[in-house]
């Protein structure tokens, strides 16, 4: 019996032992779990925190990148009769060249088209019908300077074969920055949407110009002409690229690169005030005669959107006179400035194509001068 007693105390010893172990053993694992928990917190705050300084030098990125920026617009205004000038379709079109290439090397970001004789031209459909008539000029120069703005590899997509367009590959390009080379870098590209199925929640596919197909960010219907900004390959063994479709206007406004022109036409010179594509129109705009002030005292005010004139064989007094929505006969009320660009000029006259390279290279001064001053805006 004393055995027996002897031996059932160990076990109650050990049963006690066992039971402060697994005491001990909580406090312990309950001290760890805290521990755990606090460590994640800690992690998690990191993260938080470090997420909160990417997003902050991403800002101070892009704030730098927004100073690169060049907010204003120029647009250019002239008459299509002044291809009416020309002697022959070879002339007409090198004429129009002779235009996109002013426009492209001074920046100019709208060329408006106006008809001096006040006829409704409103689009550039339609085909050439002969040398003189009426109205067709204007058609005829907002295609060509259409064809020459669009980037090479995206012409077949936008021009099918057209009269007008006959002597076009004959034109000096305008190697303007978006038209770009097939392996040449660049943030941004144009391109035209591809008619190609692509898998549920995957944006469509873009051809940019380069050797491999871009992938945007969203489906967007065929045959549209998009801006991409294209982002650093991940991989170079990858098949496509992948890009954002931005605004038109973004690598300028962003990156302050010159990003071609738009084409507008407008069916008489009111229309070109009228129709303005800007919602606060234009707080600058200049006219262009024989019979204006000197441009080298002028002083221009800081703008957002600047209008220059130009007028046709007969000047701005032609497009003034046939206007229906006019009431003026001097066409120097219609303008904030009425300048004249090339003061004791040695022709009697001084033809269109001339009078733009002349006018935005004595422009180009004061409008870098305007643009320097804070706008009141």
């Known amino acids: 019996m004393a055995d027996g007693s002897e031996a059932k105390r160990p076990k109650g010893v050990q049963a006690e032992e066992r039971k402060v172990d697994w005491r001990r053993w909580k406090q312990e694992r309950k001290a760890e779990k805290k521990k755990w928990k606090e460590m994640k917190l800690l992690k998690k705050l990191e993260k938080q925190r470090m997420r909160e300084l990417a997003e902050k030098q991403a800002e101070k990125q892009e704030e730098q990148v927004e100073d690169k920026g060049r907010h204003y617009t120029l647009s250019v205004a002239l008459p299509g009769s002044i291809l009416n000038n020309a002697q022959s379709l070879e002339l007409r079109t090198y004429l129009a060249g002779q235009i996109a290439r002013a426009c492209a090397i001074f920046c100019v970001d709208e060329i ?20 003189g008539r009426r ?11 259409q064809y020459l703005e669009c980037p090479q590899y995206l012409r077949k997509s936008f021009f099918p074969k057209h009269e007008d367009l006959q002597f076009a590959g004959l034109l000096n390009p305008l190697d303007s920055p978006h038209h770009m080379r097939v392996d040449e870098d660049s943030e941004y590209r144009e391109g035209v949407v591809l008619d190609r199925p692509t898998k549920p929640g995957r944006g469509s ?11 945007i960010d969203r489906q967007l219907n065929p045959g549209l002409r998009v801006t991409v900004r294209l982002e650093e390959p991940q991989k170079a063994e990858a098949k496509v ?10 690598p300028r406004t962003v990156s302050g690169l010159y990003w071609g022109y738009s084409v507008r036409l407008a069916s008489c010179l009111s229309a070109v005030f009228s129709e303005c594509p800007f919602k606060e129109g234009y707080d ?21 959107h600047a209008l220059v004139v ?10 003034v006179d046939v206007d229906p929505n006019l009431e003026v006969t001097d066409p120097s009320v219609l303008f ?10 040695g022709s009697r006259t001084i033809r269109t194509e001339e009078a733009l390279l002349i006018s935005l ?11 320097k001053t804070p706008s009141d805006s």
């Open 310 to 319: 130009f007028g046709g064989l007969e000047g701005l007094e032609a497009g």
């Open 284 to 304: 600058l705009s200049i006219g262009t005669s024989e019979r204006g002030s000197s441009v080298d005292q002028a002083t221009l005010p800081s703008f957002r």
């Open 361 to 371: 290279s004595a422009l180009r001064p004061h409008i870098n001068e305007a643009v």
């Open 241 to 250: 690229r992948k890009g954002t479709v931005v605004s038109s206007h973004h």
């Open 336 to 345: 904030d400035f009425y300048l004249n660009t090339c003061p004791s000029q």
């Open 205 to 215: 596919f873009v051809n940019c110009g380069m050797r491999k197909e871009v992938q």
């Open 112 to 131: 408006i088209v106006f008809d001096e004789h006040g006829e409704d031209v409103k689009s550039v459909e339609g085909d050439f019908e002969g040398i």
């Open 135 to 145: 109205g067709k000029a204007c058609v005829q120069l907002a295609r060509i300077l």
